[in-house]
């Protein structure tokens, strides 16, 4: 999949409520460099809090290399474009 199509990541957090009404703020992330993590699977994201389904469509955005031995099984890439706005947020269910 190009990161053109249609994509869907889940983040998990305990600040849901806030991200609903604010979006994913990349400046809030640890690790040295703004970004914004994301899974592959919702079951990957609930170890972080509650489930948020974020539509990350026509936005520039790749999943991990699946041929770096690290990320293997690739499962979760870390958006570097920006904050992500609330309208492309949702509870998962």
């Excluded at 640890?30 to 994201?45: Q, T």
Aim: with cysteine; charged share 25%; aromatic share 12%.
């Amino acid at each position: 999949m190009t990161n053109r199509e249609r994509l869907t990541g889940y983040h998990g957090s305990l600040h849901w409520k806030n991200i609903l009404k604010e979006g994913l703020k990349a400046d809030r992330a640890s690790g040295g460099c703004p970004h914004i993590w994301l899974a592959l699977r919702p079951d990957d994201a609930k170890v972080f809090g509650r489930v948020l389904q974020v539509d990350m469509t026509n936005l520039a955005f790749n999943w991990m290399d699946k041929d770096e031995p690290a990320y293997q099984p690739y499962w979760q890439g870390c958006y570097h474009g920006g904050d992500i706005e609330a309208w492309r947020i949702k509870l998962y269910d």
